[in-house]
């Protein structure tokens, strides 16, 4: 997500306004920009790279921008238009005298793009948001005596969508406004000044007297004071809140670590992915990135699917969800192994590659040799403008917004769902009915709030975490589709516990691993009420019948499985193809409690790196 920074009062704003942007590193981005306001002068500088680069840009401009006591900066996620200069924020309008920087997603822009295109506007990003500053521009043209406040809230009432705003403008030096719809926006109160950010962190060194912004809400901030009125400008009294918090914990939003954030995101998260996308009026899915693309797509003699890590236990459920849903015949290859083995393959195939990070080496160059080969290579990434996302010929991005935490979390919940939309895109109107489709696509639009209720059940997961952190060895056994979900499982806890942990299909238990079982055993089954279910119950007396120890996960109105296991997480019910979006969420946070009960560095474990851009 985007980091918004706001300056006006005695001081000069650029050093404010680049160590505000640097406290909000920690919400990932790929480009940053300021815009400085010294009277009618109005400055834009921004960038594709880090805000330390971008500090080495406004060094040169400082000489001459010393009096400019307010701005705006801004750190860009992004999300419509790759990472670039042109699609850094600020965004000015033709004149030079309006800027604008925003965080959120412009639902209609499209449709205002092509009017204000139609009425001679020239766009010089490919974002969303450039649409903000040219209907200001607009509306300043048709009505110049109206204020910038009054022109920026009429502006809004053209626009869909998500929106944390900030305004500043030459015409009017004395000021900056913002709105807030969707995406936080926070007012700092310090002596004869103001900050305004997206949260607390960049505030939090200069004054601990804040005012939030409510959803709907526009403040006019000067060096005198501010006022806040809804969008229908009626007035706001807003109470002045004192922080208490560190710097450390508004990074992490109160959690203790990103990875238990990002955990607890996957709700949001799973909203994000399918936003625009999953069409329940219609029965549909609509995937906009690879549209052009779909019945070469559906044309497919075979799928591989290449990746590396938790992104190949994803692709491992998407193999089950074509061949269900499309009946297209998937393989699934380490991309590490794929790149290396000279495969078999060529202009009948697709190739799919999927990274969280889109930089990952062995996936990169499976891409390429997938390419060379003649397939059509198609990317499911989560970070915009990643070369991976390039190098596709098209692709989806999961929206899951940055993933700080070294273990995947968010991103494989998120992934799951791509490839299940994908599966369904790819069926259309030839292995499932269109009523059929509905229903799988309302079932998947109420995942959020099972997920949210599974999250609930965290002091409960804590507790069986107690039980268990100093095993030495763990054993995740699943079917069908919770098969990926126990390899993920066991990956989990030994990237950042360190304890040993194994995944397998439940039924290749006897085939080996069985020996391994005792009472210093855990074992761990996924054992939802699906198609496998009396199987895996078979299973796990026989790991009873040698002192193992059961945990279970299965499904709210069990009634067999409480007799059987020491530890049951209930959950609620889906069908087997959804159940992965669930029953992995438990086995996230027994992972990330036995790592913290245990020590361990859980953000950032040894030997481990967020995006392995090396073989
Ligand atoms: C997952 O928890 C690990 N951090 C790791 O396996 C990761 O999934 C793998 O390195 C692939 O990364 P990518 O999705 O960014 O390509």
Redo the contacts with the bound molecule.
């Keep these: 997500m985007c980091g918004i920074v706001g300056y006006i009062g005695w001081q000069e704003a650029s050093p404010l306004l680049l160590k505000g942007l640097k406290r909000l590193e920690y919400r990932g981005y790929d480009s940053a920009g300021l815009a400085l306001l010294d009277g009618s002068k109005l400055v834009v500088i921004k960038q594709k790279g880090s805000v330390s680069n971008l500090e080495q840009e406004t060094l040169a401009l400082r000489a001459t921008m010393q009096g400019a006591t307010a701005g705006i900066g801004h750190t860009r996620w992004a999300t419509h238009g790759d990472p670039s200069d042109r699609n850094a924020h600020p965004h000015m309008n033709a004149a030079g005298d309006i800027a604008i920087i925003h965080n959120g997603i412009i639902e209609n822009y499209s449709l205002l793009k092509r009017e204000l295109l139609a009425e001679g506007y020239l766009f010089l990003s490919d974002t969303d948001s450039e649409v903000l500053v040219h209907l200001i521009d607009r509306i300043w043209k048709r009505e110049p005596a109206m204020d910038m406040e009054s022109a920026t809230r009429s502006a809004l009432r053209h626009v869909d969508g998500a929106y944390g705003l900030c305004v500043i403008s030459s015409r009017e030096p004395d000021k900056i406004v913002v709105a807030r719809m969707g995406s936080p926006l926070v007012i700092g109160i310090g002596e004869g000044e103001f900050f305004i950010a997206s949260d607390a962190a960049p505030i939090v060194e200069h004054t601990k007297k804040v005012v939030y912004l409510a959803d709907g809400e526009l403040a006019v901030v000067r060096r005198d004071g501010y006022t806040v009125t809804s969008i229908e400008n009626v007035r706001q009294e807003k109470v002045v809140t004192e922080l208490d918090f560190s710097l450390e914990k508004i990074e992490k939003d109160g959690f203790e670590h990103f990875m238990l954030k990002e955990i607890f995101q996957q709700p949001a998260v799973m909203h994000d992915v399918m936003r625009g996308r999953v069409r329940l009026d219609e029965g549909r899915v609509r995937l906009g990135g690879i549209e052009d693309y779909l019945d070469q797509l559906k044309q497919a003699k075979r799928i591989v699917i290449c990746?590396?890590?938790?992104?190949w236990h994803a692709a491992l459920i998407g193999e089950y969800l074509i061949e269900e849903f499309a009946r297209i015949p998937v393989e699934v290859d380490y991309a590490s192994e794929f790149r290396y083995r000279n495969p078999i393959v060529g202009a009948e195939d697709v190739v799919i590659v999927i990274?969280?990070?889109g930089e990952?080496a062995d996936?990169l160059a499976a891409l390429r040799t997938a390419k060379e080969k003649g397939a059509l290579v198609m990317g499911i990434c989560n970070v915009v403008g990643s070369t991976i996302a390039r190098e596709t010929l098209c692709g989806m991005y999961t929206h899951a917004g940055p993933e700080i935490g070294?273990?995947?979390t968010k991103a494989f919940t998120a992934q799951v769902i791509m490839l299940y939309m994908l599966a369904l895109a790819l069926s259309k109107g030839r292995t499932i009915s269109h009523d059929e489709i509905a229903l799988l696509l309302k079932e998947l639009s109420e995942i959020p709030e099972k997920a949210a209720q599974i999250l609930e059940l965290d002091g409960q997961i804590k507790f069986i975490a107690e039980q268990f952190k100093d095993a030495k060895n763990v054993l995740y056994l699943g079917r069908g589709y919770n098969f990926p979900v126990a390899l993920e499982g066991a990956?989990k806890l030994k990237?950042i516990s360190y304890i040993h942990a194994e995944g397998y299909p439940a039924a290749e238990m006897k085939h080996g691993p069985i020996a391994l079982i005792d009472e210093d055993m855990p074992v761990i089954f996924i054992a939802t009420r699906d198609s496998t279910y009396t199987k895996i119950l078979s299973n796990i007396e026989e790991v009873r019948s040698r002192k193992g120890r059961v945990i279970a996960i299965a499904s709210e109105g069990d009634k067999e499985i409480g007799r059987l296991a020491e530890h049951v997480i209930y959950i609620p019910q889906a069908s087997g193809p959804i159940t992965p979006l669930l029953t992995v969420i438990p086995l996230q946070l027994l992972a990330y409690h036995i790592a913290t009960l245990r020590g361990c560095n859980v953000d950032r474990p040894r030997n481990?790196a967020k995006?392995?851009t090396v073989e």
Excluded: D, P
């Design positions: 990746a590396c890590g938790t992104s990274s969280q990070s990952t996936t070294v273990a995947s990956l990237e481990l995006s392995v």
